[in-house]
T-cell receptor, first 115, second 113 residues
């Protein structure tokens, strides 16, 4: 069975400081991992994904994420937070080896960047 | 290129009424899916389709039907609305079911009274 955990409902960070949004996953095989962002009253927008290769993945708007297989984690990071980064962030996983079609989402982490 | 288009954006239903949420994509994606988003629960998969004529149940399918007569369209039908179906509904599409990302519509906010 697949699952995703986002242990923090809320993350607050000061503008200009680095930010981290945590995600851990569970799959029976190897994962495809994704991060999405949701702004108020909008759909989800794709930020970045891990497929294979380099464990550090770079995505949109200066975000990056690090895949750690031993810790089954895929934390989202940004070196310097902007107020405009304030949004709801979702981590998602798909099991590449079972042939499962579906994306499983975490419960989301609300990021607030304080001016 | 419109991407994924959902209609309506907002809807209020009375308990027992039926309705169809529309979803259309213009990216020629084979895979489409419906999710509901509830506070503290993230997104949960309702139904999905891997191509025209093929649909299957997701995590929370009860009370919903889908069909996929064309590649472009994937409507979600509420058969007899219940207050527990009050939620925000998102349609998504992707090129395949492997390593490609999903594209989401802007959502339909449904309230059942």
């Amino acid at each position: 069975a697949q699952s995703v955990a986002q242990p923090e409902d809320q993350v607050n960070v000061a503008e200009g400081n680095p930010l981290t949004v945590k995600c851990t996953y569970s799959v029976s095989g190897n994962p495809y991992l994704f991060w999405y962002v949701q702004y108020p009253n909008r759909g989800l927008q794709f930020l970045l994904k891990y497929i294979t290769g380099d464990n550090l993945v770079k995505g949109s708007y200066g975000f990056e994420a690090e895949f750690n297989k031993s810790q089954t984690s895929f934390h989202l990071k940004k070196p310097s937070a902007l107020v405009s980064d304030s949004a709801l962030y979702f981590c998602a996983v798909r099991d590449r080896e079972t042939g499962a079609n579906n994306l499983f989402f975490g419960t989301g982490t609300r990021l607030t960047v304080i001016p | 290129n419109a991407g994924v288009t959902q209609t309506p954006k907002f809807q209020v239903l009375k308990t027992g009424q039926s309705m169809t949420l529309q979803c259309a994509q213009d990216m020629n994606h084979e895979y489409m899916s419906w999710y509901r988003q509830d506070p503290g629960m993230g997104l949960r998969l309702i139904h999905y389709s891997v191509g025209a004529g093929i649909t299957d149940q997701g995590e929370v399918p009860n009370g919903y039907n889908v069909s996929r007569s064309t590649t472009e369209d994937f409507p979600l039908r509420l058969l007899s609305a219940a207050p527990s179906q009050t939620s925000v509904y998102f349609c998504a599409s992707s090129y395949n079911t492997g390593n490609t990302e999903a594209f989401f519509g802007q959502g339909t906010r449904l309230t059942v009274v």
